[in-house]
């Protein structure tokens, strides 16, 4: 359990499995790379996803003058945003309790915020896209629905949301409750859940939108900005008498950097080793699959599958009908050990996806779901995304201290410095936008933006207490039951 939760993740495996989101391609920006690769630069971002996407248009958006180029190890956008479930989806009343639990009511109140503001800020970029994009990037509102199987789980439900309407009372009414009656409301169609927590979020075909955006930055900055696809960093080193201090080593050469930021999610610690066993990389299963020949086909739901042991989550195409299931983590501790740890989003996990495959059938029951449809199998495709747990459950964010970086020197905003924005917990698409977009503001001097919870600031004394914490349980049961 130690070497597996505390281990290297490496670089991203060279054949992962083939992720529907990317198909087709985004052939503008297919093993995109400068001629030459440039030998220096103000801002060096690793990793190609919606938050690297983030911090470079922050950067460039703002007015930074400094050029700055993404690296990525494989194709743009190849990783875990181009893999994830397709939903910008804060379950607001269950986070806020469970935030409360860790932090508090008055952290939890801000997280839960923070979160909340994803899909205004998601949206507002998709339409600078233009009309054409922004349609193709399918951002848009629909309802969530938190479905419970058991009356335990529906009870709970009830005083989680009674707790989180006093503690915000400006959102109360946003969410509410529905019980056995669930079972009769068509667009709902859960023939045999308990009741469900009803509210809104969002939705998007997440490749496409950061791919769009990224071919936007190039066309408005081209002078300032890059992207070097198929370009991993293989390491970083500081020489604080040069006024670029990092190096960061590839295959195609060297590029001196004064700035690095670190935007890998699961594989941060390969450049970082000092946050292994602290941030942990999670691999996740995610099917896209046809709907049986009952089932409605607006795409207006979000729903979510909460079982004893965990839970299901999916989203709908608004156009085809077709539905992207993820999840099937089933099975309490020993199932989260075959998942925690694992960096390759080349191999599928069996059991998660065998559940995916019968779990809607019986969840909508076979009225409300239908029969199979002729020509039309019920899974279409299947692939698995890396995600990264941390340690106390919220992000890393910020200038890196000593603690994160051993041997390497820390820097400063004005000599340069290492930054990290990862840890989401497989909540990237309500935590990494605004997260990206809160290092590109420190990186260019503006302090910590007052919008971002102070838990997710990685501070000196953070990184201390984790260490600590996890030179305790390290290598026990309790370091897994600690990322879960």
């Not at 952290?107 to 994009?133: P, Q, S, T």
């Not at 996740?284 to 020949?293: D, L, T, W």
């Amino acid at each position: 359990m130690y070497d597996q939760l505390s281990k290297d993740p490496s670089l991203p495996v060279s054949k992962p499995t083939q992720s529907y989101w990317q198909v087709p391609v985004n052939k503008r920006l297919q093993g995109i790379q400068s001629p030459v690769l440039p030998s220096q630069r103000d801002i060096i971002i690793i990793g190609s996803g919606i938050t690297a996407c983030s911090v470079s248009r922050e950067l460039l958006a703002s007015g930074f003058s400094g050029s700055v180029s993404v690296l990525e190890a494989r194709e743009v956008c190849s990783g875990a945003t181009g893999r994830n479930g397709g939903r910008i989806n804060c379950v607001a009343v269950l986070d806020f309790d469970k935030y409360t639990r860790i932090f508090g009511v008055e952290a939890a109140k801000k997280i839960v915020r923070f979160e909340l503001a994803h899909f205004d800020e998601m949206l507002h970029a998709a339409e600078g896209l233009g009309h054409a994009l922004f349609a193709t990037s399918e951002v848009r509102r629909v309802d969530t629905v938190a479905a419970v199987f058991d009356d335990e789980k529906l009870e709970q439900l009830k005083v989680m949301l009674a707790n989180f309407e006093a503690a915000l009372p400006d959102l109360a009414g946003q969410w509410s409750i529905i019980g056995d009656d669930v079972r009769q409301v068509p667009k709902y169609g859960l023939e045999n859940a308990k009741g469900a927590l009803i509210g809104r979020a969002g939705a998007a075909w997440p490749y496409r939108l950061i791919t769009s955006l990224f071919e936007q930055l190039i066309d408005q900055y081209q002078q300032q900005f890059s992207i070097e696809a198929n370009t991993p960093a293989l390491s970083i080193t500081r020489d604080q008498r040069n006024e670029f201090p990092y190096t960061i080593e590839t295959p195609r050469g060297n590029i001196r950097a004064k700035h690095v930021v670190h935007c890998t999610e699961g594989h941060t610690s390969h450049l970082v080793p000092q946050l292994r066993g602290i941030l942990v990389p999670r691999r996740g299963q995610m099917s896209v699959q046809n709907p049986g020949s009952a089932f409605p086909k607006g795409g207006q739901q979000s729903w979510s599958f909460y079982f004893k042991d965990g839970f299901d989550y999916l989203i709908q195409n608004q156009h085809t009908g077709e539905i992207f299931i993820g999840g099937g983590e089933l099975g309490g501790f020993d199932a989260a050990l075959d998942i925690h740890g694992i960096s390759s989003d080349a191999e599928e996990n069996l059991a998660a996806k065998s559940h995916l495959a019968g779990i809607l059938p019986v969840v909508f029951g076979q009225e409300g779901w239908g029969k199979e449809q002729p020509g039309k199998p019920l899974m279409k495709a299947s692939w698995v995304g890396i995600m990264c747990s941390s340690l106390d459950h919220v992000p890393m964010v910020g200038m890196l201290p000593q603690e994160a970086l051993g041997a390497r020197v820390v820097g400063d905003v004005q000599m340069g410095a290492e930054w990290i924005s990862a840890g989401y917990g497989g909540y990237g698409m309500v935590n990494a936008w605004l997260c990206g977009k809160a290092v590109a503001q420190q990186l260019m001097g503006s302090g910590v933006p007052d919008w971002l919870p102070k838990e997710y600031q990685v501070t000196q004394e953070r990184l201390t207490r984790l260490r600590l914490h996890l030179d305790k349980i390290a290598g026990t049961g309790k370091h897994l039951r600690a990322l879960l």
